[in-house]
């Protein structure tokens, strides 16, 4: 595997004689401060989160080049993450220190919106000024660019980035680094595609990854095709839960697994941001580094959309759906009469540990108020902490994630400050909150079929059919129980499962209907709802990548789109499956949350 390293932008770009930017993602020194990158569709860019759990992170530091001596108003955007549930004065505070002053107003506690906050005047000589971000809280304060103005007037308008460079030549573009965009990549790879896989973070892995940390679910080995899935005892962890400390997830190993594949080129921390297109096709991917801001453009035949989110199917207005499909347009038993938009949620997972001593925690109360009643009485929560079930999970997102965020912290203070009989709790502190949160469902993609309830519980097997889904029927709902202590702002899940037999996923749910050279892979793949409640968790969206990957490398060979696999080369694509791309006669070592017992397997 090769390795792509941005180079670094230069930073302080003026536009005008009046403003002078800094975007805080690219300071060289990030001190406790964390990129996050998770809204920058929205944003334009990342920003930077002190994410402390409550105690104070360290200054991040960057540096620019100031032309001119004088007076400067200094200028933060910024925002009060705890707006759209209080009027208090919010937690996410910081102050703007330059060249080691530290200016008067205290950031990020007021307001509604993102806005930008005026920290101070300040007195700069010609030369290098320093910036500095300083954390007062631990509490998520944000900050997205800092900016210098020799005019009391709010900045304008935002810095143009340089046009893109090129990425290289490659085969097949995979977009998204969890585990069904690792298949796809490595499995393309082996085959002898070009492969460039674009990651938006540092760390492979997605939802499996540290930062999120769920593990593995599903069957590998099951089903017509029981060489794939070698691949995930490849790289799989090797052991299973939800919310374990980071090592569990084994992230170096998948690192090396990715590494060790000469026709893969890895593009970390890249967030593809927008398509140029022809005609039907798509002609190339901009991508850009989430701390330098460096744009580079991916060009070729093939892609593979596996963002989860269906990004890249999304900016080449690929046909999606999102929510769930009324009853009668696929006559599915279990969908509602009325369509809606309700989705699963996404879950900010988190534990505490066990100090030996009496450990203390800030009063954190910001309009989600608990009492004995309400309050859950954990030391941890892992999937059942899920939010935003009826938000949209692209437009709503930071609403969603820092509402996981609050139920944490609001919980954990009432536990540690006035829950009677708190012992369980006195030498307990958080050790770990997840400020990347984990999605379960947003857009799926619409390929040449829509796989359905119907299809699962009838055992409609077609043509196509490839990698075995195995998991249940797993939807998740609001917890009734959490309903009652807190209507319309629920926090707590439950899930309903319907056991299923295994089912091959049909090939023409991994490529769209409408974008002619889009592959997708994960939990964005062509299918209702309901489907996506089996056919979502990571080692089925894993072996449904290995397929992509061989798809891409018969397209590759024939010069041909992915509805000609189906069309003329299924024969083909049936004997890869035969073989598997992984390592053959490893033993199994994903034998843990493998799902309910299934019903029959299928030959």
Not at 18 to 33: A, P
Request: hydrophobic share 35%; with cysteine; aromatic share 10%.
């Amino acid at each position: 595997m090769k390795f792509h390293l941005a180079s670094t932008m230069l930073m302080g770009l003026s536009l005008a004689a009046s403003e002078l930017w800094i975007e805080t993602e690219q300071f060289s020194q990030k001190g406790g401060w964390v990129v996050d990158q998770q809204f920058m569709d929205f944003m334009g860019s990342p920003y930077l989160l002190a994410h402390g759990m409550g105690k104070p992170v360290e200054d991040a530091v960057g540096q620019l080049n100031v032309k001119t001596a004088g007076t400067y108003f200094v200028w933060a955007h910024t925002y009060n993450w705890t707006s759209p549930w209080t009027d208090k004065e919010g937690p996410g505070r910081f102050q703007i220190a330059v060249n080691g002053e530290l200016l008067p107003t205290v950031l990020g506690c007021r307001g509604k919106s993102w806005e930008w906050q005026i920290a101070g005047t300040v007195v700069i000589p010609a030369g290098k000024t320093t910036i500095a971000l300083h954390d007062l809280t631990g509490f998520d304060g944000r900050c997205d660019a800092v900016c210098l103005t020799t005019t009391s007037n709010p900045p304008t308008i935002r810095p143009v980035p340089r046009p893109p460079a090129p990425a290289g030549e490659f085969d097949f573009v995979v977009c998204g680094g969890g585990i069904a965009g690792i298949c796809a990549a490595v499995s393309a790879a082996r085959l002898g595609c070009r492969v460039a896989l674009i990651n938006d973070r540092p760390i492979l892995g997605g939802c499996n990854s540290s930062e999120v940390r769920v593990h593995l679910g599903g069957r590998i080995s099951i089903g017509p095709y029981p060489e794939l899935g070698n691949l995930l005892k490849e790289f799989g962890p090797l052991n299973g839960g939800n919310a374990k400390p980071a090592t569990q997830y084994e992230d170096e190993k998948k690192a090396a697994f990715v590494a060790a594949e000469k026709n893969i080129t890895l593009f970390p921390n890249y967030h593809v941001r927008s398509v140029i297109m022809d005609d039907r096709r798509i002609e190339s991917v901009i991508a850009r580094h989430i701390e330098t801001g460096f744009d580079i453009a991916f060009t070729a035949p093939l892609f593979a959309d596996c963002t989860g989110d269906g990004t890249v199917g999304y900016l080449a207005k690929a046909d999606y759906r999102m929510g769930r499909e009324a009853r009668d347009e696929f006559n599915e038993p279990g969908a509602p009469e009325k369509g809606d938009k309700l989705t699963m949620g996404s879950s900010v997972q988190w534990y505490s540990k066990d100090c030996k001593t009496e450990t203390s925690f800030p009063e954190f109360s910001y309009g989600l108020e608990f009492n004995d009643q309400s309050c859950e009485k954990v030391t941890m929560g892992e999937w059942t902490w899920e939010t935003g079930m009826n938000f949209d999970q692209i437009n709503d997102f930071e609403r969603i994630r820092d509402y996981g965020l609050l139920v944490v912290y609001s919980n954990w203070s009432y536990l540690k400050n006035h829950l009677p009989n708190n012992e369980p709790y006195r030498t307990r502190s958080l050790d770990w909150v997840a400020y990347i949160a984990g999605k379960r469902e947003s857009r799926r993609l619409i390929g040449d079929y829509v796989l359905t309830e119907n299809d699962l519980r009838e055992q409609k097997i077609y043509e196509d059919g490839t990698a075995a889904t195995t998991w249940s029927i797993d939807l998740h709902y609001p917890d009734p129980k959490n309903t009652e202590h807190f209507p319309e702002r629920e926090f707590k899940s439950i899930a309903k499962h319907q056991n299923i037999y295994p089912y091959p996923v049909p090939y023409r749910c991994l490529y769209s209907c409408n974008t002619d050279n889009l592959f997708m892979a994960g939990r964005n793949i062509s299918v209702t709802h309901i489907a996506l409640g089996t056919t979502r968790v990571m080692r089925t969206t894993g072996m449904l990548g290995e397929v992509v990957g061989m798809a891409a490398d018969i397209c590759r060979r024939h010069q041909s789109l992915p509805r000609s696999v189906y069309e003329k080369y299924l024969d083909e694509l049936k004997e890869l499956m035969k073989k598997g791309t992984g390592q053959r006669g490893l033993p199994n070592n994903q034998k843990y949350n493998q799902g309910g017992t299934l019903q029959k397997d299928i030959n």
